[in-house]
């Protein structure tokens, strides 16, 4: 019978919030709500913009490529953007989640323990999904798979359009 008020006296000196007054102590805690809605909203907001294809590319696309780069596996996917981002909240460590690697998530497909799909960018050609040739080289290397060094173009490898180039062009055109 002891335990109730232990418990209480615990909990209430480890937040330190509590006024003693009930309508102020809701206020607070409806406050710190707040907040923390307000800083999740801003963590979303700067991965959103954090879109690795560079500024300006032209090409507007609500999804994520998701692309395994495991060679022997050829799983790819388009997520929802908001989607992609509440599955990375959910599945990653906040280490993962903001470190310097791209963020990886496990693959349904090969089930590689290393978690091997990356979130790819669009081709503005023909708008199919691949991973930026560095991306691949570094996560492949890390994942222990044979690697080999990048191009240095950024070239898609479905129809070998140099993707740089023909966002400039792009962008002459407008
Ligand atoms: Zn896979
Ligand atoms: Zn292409």
Not at 40 to 56: E, F, I
Not at 144 to 157: N, R, S, V, Y
Request: proline share 7%.
């Amino acid at each position: 019978m002891l335990r109730t008020p232990l418990i209480s006296k615990v909990a209430g000196r480890k937040l330190d919030l509590s006024t003693g007054d009930p309508t102020k102590d809701k206020l607070l805690m409806g406050g710190l709500i707040v907040v923390i809605i307000a800083a999740v909203g801003a963590m979303v907001w700067s991965l959103t913009r954090g879109d690795k294809g560079g500024g300006g590319d032209g090409v507007i696309t609500k999804d994520v490529a998701l692309i395994c780069v495991n060679p022997k596996c050829s799983y790819t996917d388009d997520m929802n953007r908001q989607d992609y981002y509440q599955k990375l909240n959910d599945e990653l460590t906040f280490e993962e989640l903001h470190g310097m690697n791209p963020p990886r998530t496990a693959c349904s497909d090969c089930n590689h323990p290393g978690k091997s799909v990356v979130q790819g960018i669009y081709c503005p050609n023909c708008r199919k999904g691949f991973v930026n040739p560095e991306v691949l080289f570094n996560v492949r290397r890390q994942l222990g798979f044979p690697a080999q060094p990048p191009a240095p173009k950024l070239m898609c490898p479905h129809c070998g359009t140099d993707v740089l180039a023909f966002r400039a062009e792009q962008g002459k055109k407008k």
